[in-house]
């Protein structure tokens, strides 16, 4: 088992990159963590409010391409692993600017590769690079299709899935060409605490709470398999300390449900904890909108290897993780009203006030 005594986490502002850091923090004792995030719209010192001023959490601003950057602080801080989840990540905003996933998801990714190379050089061998990747890189699967293994081809269908196979495929070229000991993560659809409300589940919480229509793409049939945060954070953990070199673990949550399934449970979960001050139902806010360009229609994972090999498996189930999650959100104003703020109105008018008639704006 490796010993990771000082991590770089990249992205460790965002949504997963948050959870994980908190996650470390509490799981890993001796751990020293240095967190490194350009605090873009979904990354906000906020959401590490409760560690930020731990002795053992080093939060630096910053850009993962910055390669003179990321080489400081991997030399300073003899740092013996790499997290990295810096990425650009929600398909809609990669439809309608696609030049920042390139610069982010693979440029960043190849300069991070870079420092992690010239840093390690002659000392590989006490050095871990985890790169968290995606399952919309092998495309999409139709209704009877056995879910993605790891030795599905790539297919990947919209700028955001393509950008993530090239930094996937560039982790692989560092490992077999130069010996960086890499290990590559594709996980499902993620959901749980700090989400940024642009994804689907954090978007229907506080529309329905403010009011506002549900907006769901087509006729909601889309397949995804859920995958609460936590459960991903201790898989994350697990391949880091034990995952084989040069290989890759599908992470997912067991959980496959169509989009408009998604939308109902969560009405359904707040008209038990939040009712409607008017009465009725919050289903009577959700609307079809104009689908998305390209949409995959299905996409679910085994993770039949990551359990046989690392014993890991997801502990909550769906019902179990959305209640954790809308009770997070419930519970958190403060927070939900600090990320809507000039940004993220721009964002909703942009995607979504031609498929609502301007109703999201």
């Not at 965002?14 to 996650?23: C, D, K, T």
């Not at 560092?174 to 940024?196: A, D, E, I, K, M």
């Not at 997070?328 to 104003?333: A, G, H, K, V």
Request: charge should be negative; hydrophobic fraction near 40%; include cysteine.
């Amino acid at each position: 088992m490796r010993t990771i005594r000082r991590i770089l986490v990249t992205g460790g502002a965002g949504f997963i990159g948050a959870n994980f850091v908190h996650h470390l923090l509490a799981s890993a004792k001796d751990c020293h963590v240095f967190n490194l995030d350009l605090l873009t719209y979904a990354g906000s010192r906020n959401n590490l409010r409760d560690v930020i001023d731990s002795p053992r959490h080093t939060f630096i601003q910053g850009d993962v391409a910055d390669q003179d950057l990321v080489s400081r602080l991997l030399r300073d801080n003899e740092i013996n692993a790499i997290a990295h989840f810096a990425a650009e990540s929600h398909v809609d905003r990669s439809i309608a600017g696609p030049e920042a996933f390139i610069q982010t998801n693979i440029v960043g990714t190849f300069r991070l590769l870079e420092a992690a190379r010239l840093a390690w050089q002659g000392k590989f061998g006490e050095n871990v690079f985890l790169h968290v990747s995606t399952d919309e890189v092998y495309g999409t699967l139709a209704p009877d299709d056995e879910a993605f293994t790891e030795t599905n081809a790539y297919a990947p269908n919209s700028p955001y899935a393509a950008s993530k196979a090239a930094s996937d495929h560039l982790v692989r070229a560092y490992f077999h060409t130069y010996g960086l000991r890499t290990v590559t993560t594709n996980c499902s659809n993620n959901y749980g605490p700090y989400q940024y409300p642009e994804k689907l589940i954090p978007l229907m919480i506080i529309n329905a709470l403010t009011g506002k229509p549900l907006p769901v793409y087509g006729d909601g049939l889309q397949v995804r398999d859920w995958l609460y945060v936590t459960d991903h954070c201790r898989a994350i953990e697990t391949v880091l300390k034990r995952g084989r070199l040069g290989d890759t673990y599908n992470i997912g949550g067991l959980c496959e449900r169509a989009n408009i399934e998604i939308v109902q449970m969560v009405c359904g979960l707040l008209d038990e904890l939040r009712p409607r001050s008017e009465g009725g139902s919050y289903y009577e806010q959700i609307v079809h909108v104009e689908d998305r360009p390209g949409h995959d229609r299905r996409y679910a994972i085994d993770p039949a290897k990551i359990g046989t090999e690392l014993g890991w498996r997801p502990f909550e189930t769906l019902q179990s993780g959305l209640r954790k999650t809308v009770l997070w959100y419930l519970d958190n104003q403060d927070w939900v009203n600090a990320v809507m703020g000039e940004k993220y109105r721009e964002w909703i008018a942009l995607n979504y006030a031609a498929r609502t008639g301007g109703e999201l704006e």
